[in-house]
């Protein structure tokens, strides 16, 4: 290709930052390209929306898509008899998103979803009602979103119906990599691709072609199906076919034999047993530990190892499990235990942060009566300005009395105190109530006001507008970014993040909350669920703290062809390969009779 074409390529989001990593540092490529483009389908959709319109429109994001439908949900969850119980229950919600996002992703509308079921009696009369319960929560979904908001499921939809205008695809050259297959609504933006580029691309990673019946139960089979949708799709528009580049050596392997003979034979039952090479060298070596720590142990001793006799890297090395949460714990404090540095390529979730935990702590607060469990948890947070040794004094005090309620706000003092009979002790007494009553005002007076402006049914702009100025009182910001301070002088970096990104995240939720419900009149109760609905989603994205530390991720998102040594924990049966997953709003047989339905 000339340096000077127009070049795209189109990868995984997750994968974009490595391909401009790779341009930037190519030598064949001097530098980089200054026409070639990394985009994801969203980046593309963002780019083409800037050229020819349409980017004007609030897109919403995976957590205010889940708020939103929070707040339909409960405008109709009294009609609901199927599904009234289990949208209470936690992630229940994220099931109806996804359910939502893949009917999307496979062009599937709430009209076609309601002439699913039959409308006389099924054998599954409650199969029925669940569809129609789904009917009327996605087309509430839909209405809601009217014509300023726009599901970012359907931002890939509104793409497709834009690319033939685009001048700035004119003369292009196109390349897919890293994806293993692709939803309706992408092949429907790739045919359109192919017909406005001057030339596509599309790496898939396969074995050879043969006929279909060679690869119809294999594991590439939905690769080859893909590669005979895509030709069909040139065909169709009489599009020129350049002979298929195959790839039949596996350069990654050149050096690994058995590397290479497994990435070939992992699939083949009747494969016969590698014979080593003539060096005798394997680089597959497996390891069975009596238990979690014990596995993990030997990581750790292994890593050491590594870097201290064979002089590689701590970024040369890394730790891949499909079972990430059941090793994230022990990983952490087994590679501090041997001083190794590490970094978890996961996003953290702050629903244990003390920012969210006050936020739904106030509310809390005001829903309970001023119960004690609710204020101090709100107190505990050390986001309020009071001292931790008067919050103590002021608890000590609150469960020795048992004050609750209306004691909180009512302008009567309190006067609760132990009885002496020396004058001294009354004295003591009297001192000691008037400190209880400072701190007590102290807690209280800020509350009090905010309790004030939430009270009855009130617009979301109100709610956040009054949230918001509440954290300024409390002067959360300041206290926040002393935290992060704090956290880079003992070089937990990690953490810093954490407390650096924080604020902004929560904010720009609250704003998220204005602009799907602004004008919406909601009880506390009501706007309480639907933040927590977010807050419970929210995530933190963190950068590596240092050049070479260890790398662990995940076997599903990781991206990790960088390394030279890999250990794969948690191998066990029914991890790899994976157990199908019983996870989905309908059931194995509720799908078995929707395709009986048609």
Not at 201 to 217: P, V
Not at 333 to 347: E, N, R, V
Not at 369 to 398: C, G, H, M
Request: glycine content about 6%.
């Amino acid at each position: 290709i000339d340096p000077q074409a127009k070049v795209m390529v189109l990868v995984p989001e997750q994968a974009t930052f490595q391909y401009e990593y790779a341009l930037a540092t190519h030598e064949a490529l001097h530098g980089g390209m200054l026409s070639v483009q990394i985009l994801s389908f969203q980046r593309l959709a963002w780019t083409i929306l800037q050229e020819q319109g349409g980017s004007a429109k609030q897109i919403m994001n995976d957590i205010s898509k889940l708020m939103l439908l929070r707040k339909n949900i409960l405008t109709i969850q009294d009609d609901l008899t199927i599904l009234n119980g289990a949208v209470d229950k936690p992630g229940y919600i994220q099931t109806i998103a996804d359910t939502l996002s893949e009917f999307k992703h496979y062009g599937f509308t709430a009209g076609m979803l309601k002439g699913l079921a039959p409308e006389t009696e099924a054998e599954d009369g409650l199969l029925q009602r669940k569809i129609h319960e789904l009917v009327a929560i996605y087309q509430g979904y839909s209405q809601s979103l009217g014509a300023d908001l726009i599901d970012s499921d359907d931002l890939l939809t509104l793409l497709s119906d834009k690319i033939p205008e685009s001048t700035w695809l004119n003369q292009m050259h196109v390349f897919i990599d890293e994806f293993n297959g692709f939803t309706p609504q992408e092949l429907l933006i790739i045919e359109r691709l192919m017909v406005k580029a001057d030339e596509t691309t599309i790496a898939l990673t396969m074995n050879s072609r043969g006929t279909s019946n060679d690869y119809e139960n294999q594991v590439f089979s939905g690769l080859h199906r893909t590669y005979d949708q895509l030709t069909k799709i040139a065909d169709h528009h009489g599009l020129s076919l350049l002979k298929p580049i195959v790839l039949e050596t596996s350069h990654q392997w050149a050096v690994a034999g058995d590397l290479a003979y497994l990435e070939q034979h992992y699939f083949d039952r009747q494969s016969l047993g590698y014979t080593a090479e003539e060096d005798g060298q394997y680089h597959i070596h497996l390891i069975e530990g009596q238990n979690l720590q014990s596995e993990v142990d030997f990581v750790a001793r292994e890593i050491i190892r590594l870097c201290r006799d064979e002089h590689y890297a701590f970024h040369d090395i890394g730790i891949l499990t499909r079972d990430f949460n059941r090793y994230e714990l022990l990983l952490e404090t087994t590679l501090q235990d041997y001083q190794i540095p590490f970094f978890f390529d996961s996003k953290q979730p702050i629903i244990q942060h003390p920012l969210t935990v006050l936020l739904s702590s106030v509310l809390d607060i005001f829903q309970s009566n001023w119960s004690y469990q609710a204020l101090f948890r709100y107190l505990k947070t050390d986001l309020v300005p009071i001292d931790r040794q008067d919050i103590d004094l002021l608890e000590n005090y609150v469960l020795a009395y048992g004050i609750r309620g209306n004691r909180w706000y009512h302008e009567s003092p309190w006067t609760y105190y132990k009885r002496y009979e020396f004058d001294d002790d009354q004295k003591q007494n009297e001192a000691d109530l008037a400190q209880i009553n400072a701190i007590r005002w102290q807690v209280a007076l800020p509350l009090i006001s905010l309790q004030n402006q939430l009270k009855g049914n009130c617009s979301v702009t109100t709610i956040v507008t009054s949230l918001y100025q509440f954290l300024e009182q409390l002067q959360v910001p300041a206290t926040l970014k002393t935290w992060c301070d704090d956290a880079v002088a003992i070089e937990a970096l990690t953490l810093a993040q954490i407390h650096h990104q924080i604020w902004n995240s929560v904010i720009d939720l609250l704003d998220q909350l204005v602009e799907v419900a602004g004008h919406d009149q909601l009880t506390l109760a009501e706007f309480t669920t639907i933040l927590e609905t977010g807050l419970a989603q929210m995530q933190l994205g963190v950068i590596p703290s240092s050049l070479d530390q260890v790398f662990i991720g995940s076997i599903q998102r990781s991206r990790t062809s960088h390394l030279k040594v890999v250990f794969l924990i948690g191998v066990n049966e029914g991890v790899f390969p994976a157990k199908p997953s019983q996870e989905g709003f309908f059931s194995d047989i509720e799908k078995a009779l929707l395709k009986n339905w048609g």
